[in-house]
């Protein structure tokens, strides 16, 4: 810390080299964004090891190397705290883990003022959550999607927050999510291994993309059980992108069930979800795996699935 200033050091390693610096930062510090690391470089608050000022985001990185970036500190947080009574899957003094519902957005935006994951921490942590994420979103470390049940960690403090993004970083956060994918998947246990980045027709999707053109994602999964039209399939990340299961597995011809972006249900899998008012991509973080920022445990949490995904695949039972 200096002044009002945190200062992150990272070590990119050799992978990095030739990369563009906002993007081996972006890979590096999952919990900024890189238009974020944009204006970072541009206002020169990221330096070399030397103490030099980086200030071009499009210049290539050279690795191995330590980077400094200096983080204005957060303004105070104008969200509003609400008591949303959220299930709590592990908690203590450095670090939250929130078993959130579907429907519930992670952090406020355009549209989301209040109701979300960081409005119902602002309530239950009163004022312990880590200031690295910023006004928008205090202590959240990663994201599910809005309509993605299952299990989210969030930071106390500065230290747990970064320690945990580093494991992000490094991809060695377990995390295993339950889904239902249409049809039957074939082989029934495999690996998907492809780039994602923005779909060039819609921005506000994510699309395979040409390797190199976006970022490496890799998901395993394998099937649960066999189901009418449907499998109940387990996915494990080894990556973690932006809608990565949902769009690894519309990839291979299998989107998920209810899914309104990456896929559509025929008849009559869409007449039962109709029927059931199933209206939301079936995924749930079921697993998260972390070794502890602070004490240096082993935490592994396990969610069970909610209602809804529960009676939809009771019905589909073959």
Same mark, same amino acid.
């Given at each position: ?56 985001? *499009? ?6 190397? !330590? ?62 959550? *880590? ?30 927050? #970064? ?27 495999? !690996? ?41 399939? #387990?996915?494990?990340? #080894? ?25 559509? *249900? ?36 396990? *969610? ?15």
């Amino acid at each position: 810390m200096q002044g009002d200033e945190d200062i992150l050091t990272i070590a990119l390693g050799e992978g990095a080299a030739g990369e563009r610096l906002d993007r081996a930062l972006a890979e590096a510090l999952p919990n900024l964004s890189r238009e974020r690391l944009k204006m970072l470089i541009k206002g020169g608050r990221v330096a070399d090891a030397s103490g030099a000022v980086l200030w071009d985001p *499009s210049a290539k990185a050279a690795a191995p190397t !330590t980077i400094k970036v200096r983080l204005p500190a957060p303004a105070p947080a104008h969200n509003v705290a609400q008591d949303l009574g959220l299930v709590i899957a592990y908690e203590d003094e450095h670090l939250i883990v929130v078993d959130k519902p579907a429907g519930m957005v992670v952090h406020p935006a355009a549209g989301n003022a209040d109701g979300t994951l960081v409005n119902a921490l602002l309530y239950h942590c009163a004022g312990q959550l *880590s200031g690295i994420g910023g006004v928008a979103r205090p202590g959240i470390v990663h994201r599910i999607d809005k309509d993605t049940s299952g299990l989210i960690v969030a930071a106390k403090h500065d230290k747990a927050h #970064e320690g945990l993004a580093r494991q992000f970083a490094a991809h060695s956060i377990e995390r295993r999510y339950l889904a239902l994918a249409t049809g039957r998947p074939m082989p029934a246990n495999a !690996t998907v291994d492809a780039a994602l980045g923005r779909s060039a027709t819609n921005r506000k999707k994510m699309a395979v993309v040409p390797t190199g053109r976006g970022k490496h994602a890799i998901t395993h999964y394998r099937t649960i059980e066999l189901l009418t039209g449907a499998t109940l399939i #387990e996915c494990r990340l #080894e990556t973690g992108r932006t809608h990565q299961v949902r769009v690894h597995m519309a990839h291979i011809g299998h989107p998920l069930i209810g899914d309104p972006v990456y896929g559509r *249900s025929r008849k009559p899998l869409s007449d039962v979800l109709k029927a059931r008012g199933f209206a939301r991509q079936a995924l749930h973080a079921a697993h998260l795996g972390f070794i502890h920022p602070v004490t240096g445990n082993k935490i592994a949490l396990d *969610s069970e699935l909610p209602q809804d995904m529960r009676e939809l695949i009771d019905e589909l039972r073959v």
